[in-house]
């Protein structure tokens, strides 16, 4: 059951693990283990109790490093721990499903990595095991919790731009544009899923609704551009890693992926995702239109905000906000505007949403919902490049 609030006011501990520590997990460790420094007066604080991890000696070497009590080989001892309340899952994409779903029948609150399995089955069967269970959940969804992101949907919600019309999500890196990088699980469709369209295409969706709601209709198309790639000794850890020489495999998934949609709102918007993208280091961001303004972001300069606000139409300047207090959760990191804030304090905000819901009952930030929208539509943009068709939500 949910604890309520110490009576003192202090913080509750919340007692937390993570399977899989790979780069991710190491990001949620640190997250959670953050979240007391940046919200010293919130509800809840985490106590990591244990890491998991196949890699032999990896779950060891960080439960060292990051001060947890246990270390395991195996996923299902964490389920099975008693002392944990609170999971949180970086494994590889075709294992989200069957982890996620053990940790929620165990009792267990869940945070999860995007995009929760490879279709939007495995995420709605993640999704009604937390409502089975009673438990909360947070997906991944790190992109919206940047402040300058949070100010756009302000802008964007009290008509400063007026009514959107048109807008562009992108989403282009080039961790795989390297034609030796090494055919790890995420080029194989039956554990990396629909390639891009899972990895950087989620994020592109879930912006696009929580900026500008639900999508109506799509028609998409996808590209493999690098058919094959080099097949890795042994063990890899990250996106970018080079095999290069050896036996080489068929890349399964997309590269690259692109769809136009229609929303509820009537708004017109185009998605773009590339895991390709030669010169592009996570070049992330959007721009919205409206009948009276835009509004542009980009992550790599993720406190500054592009604003055409005003009444000209024509010839409208473009001006700069830098963001500050006041916007999101900024005042818990920096204390002036144009301080800048990283990829990981978008994570420890993630992680003081999932415990303080853990601690108040009220879910805060991406949910197991959250994911299941997402990937209802990215499931969609697959079907919309088999038929070559639009395709209605």
């Not at 690259?256 to 929303?263: G, I, M, P, V």
């Not at 002036?336 to 949403?353: F, R, T, W």
């Not at 009220?362 to 499931?379: K, L, M, Q, W």
Request: charged letters at 20%.
């Amino acid at each position: 059951m949910t604890e309520s609030i110490r009576q003192d006011g202090t913080p509750r501990p919340v007692r937390v693990a993570v399977i899989g520590m790979g780069w991710m997990g190491r990001v949620h460790a640190q997250a959670y283990a953050r979240v007391s420094h940046h919200y010293p007066e919130g509800p809840a604080r985490a106590v990591l109790v244990a890491l998991a991890d196949d890699v032999s000696g990896r779950a060891a070497q960080f439960a060292e490093q990051f001060g947890a009590e246990r270390a395991y080989t195996d996923w299902r001892e964490v389920v099975a721990d008693p002392a944990v309340e609170a999971v949180s899952v970086t494994a590889p994409n075709f294992l989200h499903r069957e982890i996620g779903t053990a940790v929620l029948a165990a009792g267990k609150h869940l945070w999860i990595e995007k995009p929760v399995g490879l279709t939007a089955d495995d995420a709605r069967a993640v999704a009604d095991a937390a409502t089975a269970a009673g438990r909360m959940t947070a997906v991944g969804f790190n992109y919206r919790n940047a402040p300058a992101v949070r100010a756009a949907r302000d802008l964007i919600a009290d008509g400063a731009i007026g009514a959107v019309t048109h807008a562009r999500f992108r989403f282009f890196s080039d961790y795989a544009a390297h034609p030796d990088g090494a055919l790890t699980w995420r080029y194989q469709r039956d554990r990396g899923g629909n390639g891009v369209l899972g990895d950087l295409g989620s994020h592109g969706v879930d912006l696009v609704r929580h900026l500008l709601g639900d999508i109506d209709a799509l028609v998409a198309d996808s590209a493999v551009f690098i058919p094959e790639r080099a097949v890795p000794a042994g063990a890899t850890s990250g996106h970018q890693r080079v095999a290069a020489g050896g036996a080489r495999g068929r890349v399964e998934n997309d590269d690259y992926a692109a769809a136009q949609l229609r929303l509820a709102s009537g708004a017109r918007c185009v998605v773009e995702a590339s895991r390709v993208a030669v010169g592009e280091q996570n070049s992330y961001g959007f721009e919205v239109h409206g009948t009276s303004g835009m509004v542009r972001w980009d992550y790599r300069r993720m406190g500054e905000l592009e604003t055409s606000l005003g009444s000209a139409y024509q010839d409208q300047s473009v001006s700069t906000v830098y963001i500050g207090p006041g916007s999101g959760d900024f005042a818990a990191f920096q204390p002036g505007a144009a301080n800048p804030m990283s990829y990981d304090d978008l994570k420890v905000i993630e992680a003081q949403c999932f415990l303080r819901s853990i601690v108040t009952g009220v879910p805060e930030g991406a949910t197991a919902a959250d994911a299941v929208y997402s990937a209802r539509v990215v499931d969609a943009m697959t079907e919309s490049v088999a038929a070559g068709r639009w395709v209605s939500l």
